[in-house]
């Protein structure tokens, strides 16, 4: 067959960047960007290159495989047919609710579901179908505390706002490493390009981070902070923008004299002794910001995976929101998407604690239980242990808390089916794996 052209787009993460892909009948002949995506253009990252070895990969499963002997004996898998594993995985479900009740049957949604056309379209049906309360993701990992605040500030979880990189003069970035992560959540390809773009027109780069981050190797100012000391310096800063004045929020605005006296004892030499920070560097960053002519603010992963992770959340966007840059050009915008998911009422706006976990109640967060709970709701004895579980799109053992402890509790599932490129996602003695 002749070389042909095909234009792609990457599902190996969120920035779904733009691919130019030459094939040769089944042949990858090359992966490069493609220069014309409005996205991404023409950027591309190792991960992105891998997809051949992905395509050729001789581990990568192709039609589903079914676990034979018994657990703690050595695996061994035989191929199946797809309607033989859609009807034992239909029957094992509804079997094992039947028998015991309908939270037996737990769910853990990887990463790759934000993604991924098809978990998107499909993926939230069949949570609903098996209607358990035991779903957990890899979402209670890093970014909950994103969607309460959302929640709480602006009426749905998923109004989230995002720097408006290509247009700020002023980008202020807090445990965050879009060098490397293309800048999960904010979703921002070839960010290194953006970088450049931002300087050339005058444009500065703060880096909030305890480590030097490849994103803190290229900022104009990298400020160390203390580990979990986030929310500290962030309230001192919204201190320092109510005390001189440089508040200017939208007429929306309300509750601003709630702030102040909420943020009054976090003074710039309290943050100070607390985040290593020194307090007239806080001052001064409090002093930029509000000056710059547009200016955002965006706190990630790293901000939200610590004690006060929740008000370090609210107090980013409470800098936005005092500063008068939420929602404007240059500063933290929300999106437009292809599909609003929020404005037609596609998914529910959030709630908080409608019930908890059987064993230590931890309060869910729209209808998910944080994934940490996981394996002890396993190994627990009593109503409502969770003795199955649906795992599409991730690997917990290997990306959520305790997980070697979290690999023996799967050990002791009655049944598991994971949907996933290679056995690689396989716990080594679960009773019946499917893909």
């Given amino acids: 067959m002749a070389e042909a052209t095909r234009y792609i787009t990457c599902v190996l993460c969120e920035a779904n960047c733009g691919l130019e892909v030459t094939v040769d009948g089944p042949m990858i002949r090359s992966i490069k960007g493609h220069q014309d995506d409005p996205l991404s253009r023409g950027h591309i990252c190792p991960k992105a290159i891998a997809l051949q070895d992905l395509h050729t990969d001789p581990d990568r499963l192709r039609t589903p495989i079914r676990r034979l002997g018994e657990p703690g004996a050595e695996a061994t898998w035989e191929p199946i047919g797809w309607d033989e594993a859609f009807d034992l995985v239909a029957e094992r479900i509804v079997g094992i609710q039947q028998e015991h009740c309908r939270d037996a049957v737990g769910i853990y949604l990887g990463n790759p579901n934000i993604h991924s056309l098809g978990a998107l379209t499909h993926g939230l049906g069949l949570v609903r179908t098996i209607k358990s309360r035991n779903t957990f993701s890899a979402t209670s990992v890093d970014q909950l505390p994103h969607q309460l605040v959302a929640m709480l500030l602006y009426g749905h979880q998923f109004l989230l706002p995002v720097p408006d990189i290509d247009r700020t003069d002023l980008l202020v970035l807090i445990g965050t490493n879009p060098m490397a992560s293309n800048g999960s959540l904010m979703t921002v390809p070839d960010f290194p390009g ?29 400020h160390f902070i203390r580990p979990g000391t986030d929310a500290h310096f962030l309230l001192a800063i919204i201190r320092t923008l109510l005390a001189e004045n440089f508040s200017r929020p939208a007429a929306y605005v309300d509750g601003i004299g709630a702030v102040r006296d909420a943020v009054e004892p976090f003074t710039p030499e309290r943050a100070a002794a607390a985040s290593g920070i020194p307090a007239e560097a806080i ?107 649906v795992c599409i799109a991730g690997n917990p053992v290997s990306s959520t808390p305790a997980g070697g402890r979290l690999g023996d509790a799967l050990a002791g599932l009655d049944f598991m089916v994971i949907r996933a490129r290679s056995q690689e996602c396989f716990p080594p003695q679960s009773r019946e794996v499917k893909s």
């Fill in 283 to 389: 001052v001064d960053l409090a002093r930029q910001i509000a000056i710059a002519p547009s200016a955002a603010v965006h706190a990630r992963m790293g901000a939200s995976t610590q004690a006060y992770g929740t008000v370090a959340q609210w107090a980013a966007q409470a800098i936005n929101i005092l500063t008068g840059n939420i929602d404007r050009p240059g500063g933290a915008m929300l999106t437009s998407p292809a599909i609003d998911i929020v404005g037609k009422g596609l998914v529910g706006k959030g709630h908080l604690g409608a019930w908890r976990s059987r064993v230590r109640g931890l309060p869910e967060f729209s209808g998910e239980l944080p994934v940490s709970a996981l394996a002890e709701e396993i190994t627990t004895p009593g109503p409502g242990q969770i003795r199955a579980l």
């Fill in 194 to 222: 953006r970088l450049r773009e931002l300087r050339s027109r005058g444009g500065k780069l703060i880096v909030i981070d305890p480590r030097r981050t490849e994103t803190a190797a290229v900022a104009d100012t990298h």
